[in-house]
């Protein structure tokens, strides 16, 4: 019993860094090459030959039905499992050259399901960058255009959050999560569902201020839902564990 709930708290990782790593460049080219990947067990590959090219700053919608392999793209992107074929490149380098630790400096991660943590709104903030101080955290605020919201809470910065942000909107509370993102100083923001669960007015005023407090980065968006006209610079979609590319709205 002791070493079944061993391996359930600590599994092996699905990756390993290399012996010897190579520093991470500041800035580069994202590349799949011929990616295919299967998850341990399964009958088939859940992707498929996947070829794309993401330049530095430049915004791409993912799009995909349930199932497609949306989620299986992220773990790629982030380096929780590695391709059984192809490569994903940064700057021209295998991602399998850098250490795990290294690669996810460079990436501000928005997850689907964003936590929103009982305690102060700094506090929430910092677990972004633990660093930031008290000017860059409103700053954060200011670019998701929550900083007026804050300024009127009772402690402000220090102003209490409950769990799960029920003292918040849905929309308040993703904009939360996504001014924890923008903290982090990564040249990668990568985003599952931003708008997931947000009426159509709070979606598009979220989309706008994304756009602007990113600007210089490189955007990846998993999404859905459709983007306002001109938002990003690439679209594809996922349809059987392939990418293929999708008219821009």
Same mark, same amino acid.
């Given at each position: %019993?002791?070493?079944?709930? *061993?391996?359930?708290?600590?599994?092996?990782?699905?990756?390993?860094?290399?012996?010897?790593? #190579?520093?991470?460049?500041?800035?580069?080219?994202?590349?799949?090459? *011929?990616?295919? $990947?299967?998850?341990? !067990? @399964?009958?088939?590959?859940?992707? #498929? +030959?996947?070829?794309?090219?993401?330049?530095?700053?430049?915004?791409?919608?993912?799009?995909?039905?349930? !199932?497609?392999?949306?989620?299986?793209?992220?773990?790629?992107?982030?380096?929780?499992?590695?391709?059984?074929?192809?490569?994903?490149?940064?700057? !021209?380098?295998?991602?399998?050259? $850098?250490?795990? @630790?290294?690669?996810?400096?460079?990436?501000?991660?928005?997850?689907?399901?964003?936590?929103? $943590?009982?305690?102060?709104?700094? *506090?929430?903030?910092?677990?972004?960058?633990?660093?930031?101080?008290?000017?860059?955290?409103?700053?954060?605020?200011?670019?998701?255009?929550?900083?007026?919201?804050?300024?009127?809470?009772?402690?402000?910065?220090?102003?209490?959050?409950?769990?799960? !942000?029920?003292?918040?909107?849905?929309?308040?509370?993703?904009?939360?999560?996504?001014?924890?993102?923008?903290?982090?100083? %990564?040249?990668?923001?990568?985003?599952? *569902?931003?708008?997931?669960?947000?009426?159509?007015?709070?979606?598009?005023?979220?989309?706008?201020?994304?756009?602007?407090?990113?600007?210089?980065?490189?955007?990846?968006?998993?999404?859905?839902?459709?983007?306002?006209?001109?938002?990003?610079?690439?679209?594809? +979609?996922?349809?059987?564990?392939?990418?293929?590319?999708?008219?821009?709205?």
């Amino acid at each position: %019993a002791a070493q079944r709930l *061993e391996a359930t708290l600590a599994p092996t990782p699905r990756v390993a860094d290399p012996d010897t790593a #190579r520093a991470v460049p500041a800035s580069g080219v994202l590349e799949l090459d *011929e990616v295919d $990947f299967r998850w341990p !067990g @399964a009958a088939a590959p859940v992707l #498929r +030959q996947l070829r794309l090219r993401i330049a530095p700053g430049t915004r791409v919608a993912i799009g995909g039905d349930s !199932g497609a392999g949306k989620s299986s793209l992220l773990a790629l992107l982030l380096r929780l499992v590695d391709p059984d074929a192809g490569q994903l490149r940064y700057a !021209g380098q295998d991602l399998r050259g $850098f250490a795990l @630790a290294d690669w996810h400096r460079h990436i501000a991660w928005l997850p689907q399901e964003a936590p929103v $943590f009982a305690g102060s709104v700094r *506090e929430n903030l910092q677990l972004g960058a633990p660093e930031a101080d008290e000017a860059r955290l409103w700053q954060a605020l200011a670019q998701v255009r929550l900083d007026g919201l804050v300024r009127a809470l009772p402690g402000q910065l220090d102003g209490w959050v409950g769990e799960h !942000g029920r003292t918040l909107s849905a929309g308040q509370a993703r904009r939360l999560a996504l001014a924890r993102a923008l903290l982090r100083d %990564a040249p990668i923001l990568l985003l599952d *569902e931003p708008t997931e669960g947000l009426d159509v007015d709070t979606a598009q005023a979220l989309l706008a201020d994304l756009a602007q407090a990113s600007a210089g980065r490189t955007v990846i968006v998993i999404t859905h839902d459709a983007l306002p006209a001109g938002w990003a610079d690439a679209h594809w +979609q996922l349809i059987d564990g392939r990418l293929a590319p999708r008219a821009q709205p």
